[in-house]
C-alpha cells in the first residue's frame, strides 16, 4: 500500500518575513520548529511520524528523505510521535 508524507508550510507573518528580506535558507528551520503552533511540519518530521506509526519501515524513511542523517537522529531521539495531526487517515 501507499502512505502520503508530507512537508506542510504556513504561510504565516515570520515566512512571508524571512521571504521577503531572502532568507530562504532558514524557512525549513521555522518549519521545525512552527510544526506546534501552526501545524508545519517537514518532510523528515512527516517521515518519522509514519515510522513511529509503523506506516513505512525505517528503510523506506531514510530511503525516501533527502536529508538521512537528520532523520535518522529524530527517529533515535523519538522526535515525531506526538506530532499534531499524526493520525492515520481511517475509512
Known amino acids: 500500500g501507499r502512505v502520503m508524507c508530507m512537508e506542510i508550510l504556513v504561510p504565516n507573518a515570520a515566512i512571508r518575513n524571512l521571504i521577503r528580506e531572502d532568507k530562504i535558507h532558514q524557512i525549513y528551520s521555522a518549519m521545525q520548529t512552527g510544526q506546534d503552533k501552526f501545524g508545519m511540519q517537514t518532510f523528515n ?24 542523517d537528520e532523520l535518522q537522529e529524530m527517529i533515535n531521539r523519538g522526535a ?6 499524526a493520525a492515520p487517515i481511517r475509512k
Open 45 to 68: 518530521q512527516s517521515l518519522a511520524t509514519m515510522y513511529f506509526q509503523k506506516q513505512i519501515t525505517l528503510e523506506t524513511a531514510l530511503q525516501r528523505s533527502s536529508l538521512p
Open 80 to 85: 515525531g510521535l506526538l506530532s499534531r495531526g
